[in-house]
């Protein structure tokens, strides 16, 4: 690569914007907080991202393919309390972590079924099924915090060394669903029925299993980030995941993809999700007002993709 | 017949009350290559929509290599060998060139991956099959320009292992050039006992290329002959249901003291097209050729404002040098774009909206959807638009009418300037008369009109001066008196 195409790549992929976002609020804090650069805090920081990034990851997919999934927040509510109470009552942890990616994985096949098969728009199905698994979660607890703090909690607030578990599962399936969306027939299928269904099926792809598959993807992606959440805080809530959904969301499009389909790299979708961790953080440590944090994370969103789209608009439209 | 590939007997479709179809029968041999003629809205589209699975028939049977099939869905049709190139293109824009020409499976090997070096290479042969070598298959197909998008389609098709394959309007969008390239191929398919159905308005094609003609005419097949037995005015009688004469069209001479209605001066953009220069009078039909890739849709665009000027200027006598297509469409201009389905057509939105976004008609501050319809049925007679009615929207219509009614919008905003970019494409050659016939009688009123076409008789016959652009470069600028094929031709591939 010359220079000029360094900089068309930057100027061209709001992943790279994002990418330099992250670069200048790293760099700021490391000067602004003397704690900020503690293994400590690092590892607090890859928590963060942990969740948002794992569950991004689904949802970037169901955006890619033309969709969206609301209904994520909800399953990790869902799936958290699965854990504690499956695991509570028979005693076996695994059988916990099983319930709580089951719990997911089934949301997520429903969500795939009605919209494809009953043809009703995603928005509206997950929108459904965000307050169908909510209710749910309070429903079995009875609206009361379940304790989770045996082994399957692990996977939550459990380190290796200075490195938490769940930030080496985000790595791991960040290289598992990069490989999946651009080596595998089925990811590749992915982008087509996004970009044009229409094609896609004149071309003999499956469009309603594609569709299908993405979002039993993504709800079983929430599951794990139910267990995930809930063993963090060794205590499953039923409004553990509370208006998560915008979040994911958020770093998916900060990541490059485009909410129209067809578009959007993996690896951007978990630089998205880190942005937002970092952001989290830096409030927390410069002690500014939890309020404040949530106008910035809306409008690093409007900044980053709208320079993104003043950089191509001629292509647009 | 015993030795057919596919035979079709009663095929029959209606969409919703509109019967599409009256029980077609038509059968097909390996090595054969059938033509497959009709008006805009004869059901062309719609029955070879059937044969490849594309669309559900309500009667008739199908049988494939001599055994009752019944195809439910493209997959099948595509597994059994047919291949089916549609009217309107189909690549996935986002994906890579090699992904559209292995879409589905994309050669994934026994690992599960796709062995991206591999399906690059493959890519290119093919590619380089189709004459196309100079496609880099990394590239997203959605930045490759209609006439490219129309050549990785056909190599898609070599891509799969085709029994049948079925080509809808397939040099639509081609120069002659690439056109021969593309019957190169076709009889090298043929001759490895392929059968192709081909699909066209050119006639000069069909005799090029088939073995047979079948002529639909209101869902019915109306002829059914080898070509040898075939004239061009019987299947025009066929087509239409009577004899039919072209009146020769007389291209009008400009008066050298017309006013000028628009003068480029040198004008380029960045890189792609110019300098050119010209200067367009009251009345005047410029006629653009070039071949594919020559600049010929960039010049349009520079004119009407869709790209930055670079170089040079636009002068026009009320000053007003447009920026935008807005300030364009405000200023007396109206375009007529290439890619009907992508930058034409609002799909969803009726045909009276088609016509009218050009042009509201508003009464008392709100739109007065009355005069909105009758604005469109005074086009829908004129141009011969086959239709339920102007409610109905514009998608439901056949190729060659949505390209009626987005001319139709062109001339509703009564424009000074008319641009086209292949005002014809996929319009039969009645209405192509129809056109033409439409298009002087407006010069003569006072539009001047610039059109771009890759069809030479087109261009010689409508033209009163041609401009050939070759590489961005004008090559030619000349008065239509005289002007010989050759000449423009010459021009076209002129190094210059
Ligand atoms: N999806 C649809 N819904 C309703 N009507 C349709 C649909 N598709 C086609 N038609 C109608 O069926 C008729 C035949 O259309 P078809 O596309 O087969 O014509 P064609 O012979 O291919 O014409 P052209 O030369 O213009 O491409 C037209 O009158 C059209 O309006
Ligand atoms: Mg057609």
């Not at chain 1, 096949?109 to 009953?118: E, H, R, S, W």
């Not at chain 1, 929430?222 to 998560?244: F, I, K, R, S």
């Not at chain 2, 066209?200 to 097949?221: K, N, W, Y």
């Not at chain 2, 961005?472 to 002129?494: I, P, S, Y």
């Amino acid at each position: 690569m010359n220079a000029e195409s360094v900089v068309r790549f930057v100027r061209t992929r709001r992943e790279a914007t994002v990418l330099a976002m992250l670069v200048l609020v790293f760099i700021g804090l490391t000067f602004a907080s003397e704690f900020f650069l503690t293994g400590r805090n690092l590892s607090n920081v890859a928590r963060q991202i942990s969740v948002v990034g794992i569950v991004a990851l689904g949802q970037a997919l169901v955006i890619i393919a033309g969709g969206i999934d609301l209904s994520v927040g909800s399953v990790i509510g869902l799936s958290a309390v699965t854990a504690a109470i499956v695991s509570a009552t028979t005693g076996m942890p695994s059988l916990g972590i099983a319930g709580a990616i089951g719990i997911g994985m089934a949301i997520g096949f429903a969500n795939g079924v009605l919209i494809t098969k009953l043809r009703i728009n995603p928005f509206i199905t997950t929108l459904g099924t965000l307050s169908i698994a909510r209710g749910a979660a309070l429903l079995i607890t009875n609206g009361n915090p379940q304790r989770f703090d045996n082994w399957a909690a692990f996977l939550g607030y459990g380190k290796i060394g200075d490195i938490p578990v769940q930030f080496i599962l985000l790595v791991v399936l960040t290289i598992l669903v990069w490989l999946f969306a651009t080596r595998t027939r089925w990811g590749r299928n992915v982008y087509a029925v996004g970009d044009n269904a229409r094609a896609a099926r004149l071309a003999g792809i499956d469009v309603a299993k594609t569709r299908i598959l993405v979002f039993t993807v993504s709800g079983s992606l929430a599951g794990l980030g139910g267990l995930l959440l809930g063993g963090m805080l060794t205590n499953a809530n039923p409004n553990l995941g509370l208006g998560y959904e915008l979040d994911v969301i958020a770093a998916v499009i900060l990541g490059g993809v485009a909410l129209s389909g067809g578009r959007g790299s993996i690896g951007g979708v978990v630089i998205g999700a880190a942005l937002i961790g970092l952001l989290r953080n830096a409030f927390v440590l410069l002690n500014v007002s939890g309020y404040w944090q949530t106008i910035t994370i809306g409008l690093v969103v409007i900044l980053a993709v709208g320079a993104d789209s003043l950089n191509r608009r001629s292509e647009e439209d | 017949m015993t030795d057919c590939l596919l035979s079709a007997r009663g095929i029959a479709k209606s969409f919703d009350q509109n019967r599409v179809l009256h029980g077609v029968d038509f059968d097909i041999s390996a090595g054969q290559v059938v033509a497959l003629l009709g008006e805009n809205g004869a059901g062309k589209s719609t029955f070879v929509n059937i044969l490849s699975g594309a669309l559900p028939r309500d009667g008739g049977t199908i049988r494939w290599g001599g055994e009752e099939t019944v195809f439910r869905d493209t997959r099948s049709a595509l597994d059994a060998g047919i291949i089916h190139i549609h009217q309107e293109l189909s690549l996935i824009s986002s994906l890579s060139v090699m992904e559209n020409l292995f879409i589905g499976d994309y050669m994934t090997g026994r690992s599960g991956l796709i062995d991206r070096k591999a399906l690059a290479a493959r890519a290119r042969e093919l590619l380089a099959r189709v004459g196309a070598g100079h496609i880099d298959p990394r590239v997203e197909a959605g930045s490759l320009s209609t006439a490219e998008q129309q050549i990785v389609e056909i190599a898609k098709a070599l891509a799969r292992n085709a029994r049948l394959l079925i080509l809808d309007e397939p040099t639509a969008s081609l120069t002659p050039h690439e056109a021969e390239a593309l019957f190169a191929i076709v009889r090298d398919l043929r001759a490895h006992g392929v059968a192709i159905i081909f699909i066209s308005h050119r006639f000069d094609e069909v005799f090029a290329i088939s073995d047979r003609v079948v002529v639909l005419r209101d869902g019915r097949v109306v002829g059914d002959r080898p070509v040898a037995e075939t004239t061009r005015a019987g299947i025009i009688a066929d087509m239409t249901g009577r004899a039919f004469t072209f009146d020769a069209l007389e291209t009008p001479v400009i008066a050298e003291d017309a006013p000028v209605r628009l003068k480029a001066d040198a004008i380029a953009d960045k890189g792609r097209v110019g300098p050119v220069s010209f200067a367009l009078r009251k009345g005047e039909i410029l006629g653009i050729f070039g071949l594919v890739g020559a600049g010929r849709t960039e010049l349009l665009e520079l004119l009407c404002g869709l790209r930055p000027l670079a170089g040079g200027t636009i002068t026009r006598p009320d000053g007003v040098v447009p920026r935008s297509s807005t300030e364009a469409w405000r200023s007396g201009l109206a375009l007529l774009p290439e890619g009907r389905k992508t930058n034409g057509i609002l799909p969803s939105l009726s045909l009276a909206e088609n016509v009218a976004v050009a042009k509201r008609q508003k009464s008392g501050g709100v739109l007065d959807l009355g005069a909105e319809k009758s604005l469109f049925a005074r086009f829908h007679e004129a141009l011969g638009i086959v239709c339920s009615g102007p409610g109905q929207p514009i998608r439901r219509l056949s190729g060659g009418n949505q390209q009626k009614v987005i001319f139709a919008r062109c001339l509703a905003s009564e424009p000074d300037i008319l641009f086209l970019d292949e005002p014809t494409h996929g319009v039969d050659v009645r209405t192509k008369a129809d056109i033409y016939k439409q298009i002087q009688d407006l010069a003569k009123k006072g539009m001047s009109v610039v059109f771009v076409s890759s069809e030479l008789p087109e261009v010689l016959a409508l033209a009163s001066t041609v401009m050939v652009l070759s590489r961005g470069r004008q090559t030619l600028l000349a008065a239509n008196r005289g002007l010989t094929e050759n000449d423009v031709l010459t021009a076209a591939f002129a190094q210059a």
